[in-house]
C-alpha cells in the first residue's frame, strides 16, 4: 500500500518542506502520514468544493498548492472558512498536503514551470534565497561490496557535482568492532575483536536527495549496523533556490503581442503595462504575487507575474519596464501539471491514478 508518507517522501525529491519560508505552512494539512496515498487528487486550493470532488471520486489525498492553514486557528466552525474544510475532509477520509513557498523556490518548480510554458529558453534563477546545502556522505564497507553500495547511492542521487554524476572516492583502511550478545555480524564472532578490511567510500549528497540515498546505501550495505557520517559543506554550490527565472524569446515582439501570447498560452486574461510597441525579448518569470521581487529581474525587458501592487507597478514602470500580469490563479494553474508530471513516473508501477481537479477563476469580469 501507498502511504501519504511514501508520497510525502516523494515530494521532498522535488521541492523539501524545510525550503518554505517561515512564515508559510507546508505539508500535511489534515489527514494521518500512515493513511492511505492510491488516489490523488491535485488542485490550486483547498476549496469546499475541492475537497467535495475529490472524495466524491474516491481519492483519499489532495495536494494543493495553497496551504489550509496559514496561521493557528482560534476557532474551528464546521460550517465556514478552514473549519468546513476540515470537517468534510475528516468525514471523506480525505489527507491534504500543501506544496506552496518551497514549491516556488524550488530548481523545477513552479518559476521554472512557467517559463517553460511561456517558450522561454536560456533560463537563469533571479531573485535568489539560497544555494540548496550540500553534504559530503562517509561510509565504510567491505570492498567485495564497495561499488554495489555506490551504484545504490548513485542511482538514487548522491555523487552530482556540476554537469558530473557518479563522483565518489574510496581508499582502503581497517576498521575493528568487536559484536556483543544478540549481535549478527555479517564478518566477525560474538565476543572477539574483529579487525577487517574496509574502504572509506565517500560521495556528495544534494538536501532533497539525502532521505532515498540513506535508503538505498542502508539496502545495499551488507553490515547490520552501517557507520556512516554526513557532513554539511561549509561553502555549498548546490543550486539555486530562487522565486523568479529570466529567459528570452526566440525573437523580439512588441508587448502587446507577447501579452496576446502569454494569454493565450495559459489560457486567463492579462493586463500589461508599458508601451504596446516596445520590443521585448529578455522576460522575467514570476508565479503568484511579484510583490518587491520586481527589483531582482530588473534586467529584464518585461515581467511575467501573477500579481503586483498599485505602486509597485509604478515603480517598476518608471525603471522603464513593462508588465503583463496574468491573474495570480492563471500564473499557478500549472501547478497540477507540474505535480502530476513529477508523480506520474514514480508512481505507474503502484497503479496509482492522479487526478486534476480544474478551478474556475474566482473574478468574473465585465468589458
Known amino acids: 500500500m501507498v502511504t501519504v508518507a511514501a508520497v510525502r517522501n516523494l515530494l521532498a525529491e522535488l521541492a523539501p518542506e524545510s525550503w518554505a519560508e517561515e512564515w508559510d505552512n507546508v505539508g500535511l494539512m489534515t489527514g494521518q502520514l500512515k493513511g492511505r496515498g492510491s488516489k490523488i487528487a491535485l488542485a490550486i486550493d483547498p476549496l469546499p468544493q475541492v475537497v467535495s470532488q475529490a472524495i466524491a471520486q474516491g481519492a483519499d489525498l489532495l495536494l494543493t498548492h495553497h496551504p489550509l492553514l496559514f496561521k493557528p486557528l482560534k476557532r474551528v466552525e464546521l460550517d465556514r472558512g478552514p473549519g468546513e474544510v476540515i470537517s468534510l475532509a475528516l468525514a471523506g477520509k ?12 524550488a530548481p523545477g518548480g513552479m518559476a521554472d514551470f512557467l517559463a517553460g510554458k511561456l517558450g522561454l529558453t536560456n533560463l537563469k534563477p533571479a531573485c535568489l534565497r539560497e544555494k540548496e546545502k550540500l553534504y559530503k556522505l562517509v561510509t565504510f564497507v567491505p570492498p567485495a561490496y564497495t561499488e554495489a553500495v555506490r551504484s545504490a547511492m548513485a542511482s538514487s542521487g548522491a555523487g552530482w557535482i556540476g554537469k558530473y554524476s557518479d563522483t565518489s572516492f574510496k581508499t582502503g583502511g581497517t576498521g575493528t568492532f568487536k559484536p556483543q550478545e544478540g549481535a549478527a555480524p555479517f564478518l566477525g564472532k560474538q565476543g572477539e575483536l574483529a579487525r577487517v578490511d574496509e574502504e572509506r567510500l565517500e560521495t556528495i549528497v544534494e538536501e532533497r536527495s539525502w532521505p532515498q540515498v540513506r535508503e538505498a546505501m542502508l539496502a545495499a550495505h551488507p553490515y547490520e549496523e552501517v557507520a556512516y557520517d554526513l557532513y554539511p559543506l561549509a561553502q555549498p554550490q548546490g543550486r539555486a533556490l530562487a522565486f523568479a527565472r529570466i529567459g528570452t524569446l526566440p525573437q523580439a515582439l512588441p508587448l502587446e503581442a507577447w501579452a496576446e501570447r502569454a494569454a493565450g498560452i495559459l489560457r486567463t486574461p492579462v493586463q500589461f503595462a508599458g508601451d504596446p510597441n516596445c520590443q521585448v525579448r529578455k522576460i522575467a518569470v514570476i508565479p ?15 515581467l511575467v507575474t501573477g500579481e503586483i501592487g498599485y505602486h509597485q507597478l509604478l515603480e517598476l514602470r518608471q525603471a522603464g519596464k513593462a508588465v503583463v500580469a496574468v491573474g495570480h490563479d492563471g500564473s499557478e494553474a500549472c501547478f497540477s501539471q507540474l505535480v502530476a508530471e513529477f508523480l506520474r513516473p514514480r508512481l505507474q508501477d503502484a497503479g496509482i491514478e492522479i487526478m486534476v481537479i480544474q478551478q474556475q477563476s474566482p473574478w468574473q469580469r465585465i468589458g
Open 94 to 105: 480525505l489527507a491534504i498536503y500543501a506544496l506552496h513557498t518551497n514549491l516556488d523556490l
Open 288 to 302: 503568484g504575487s511579484c510583490g518587491s521581487l520586481w527589483q531582482g529581474v530588473a534586467s529584464a525587458d518585461c
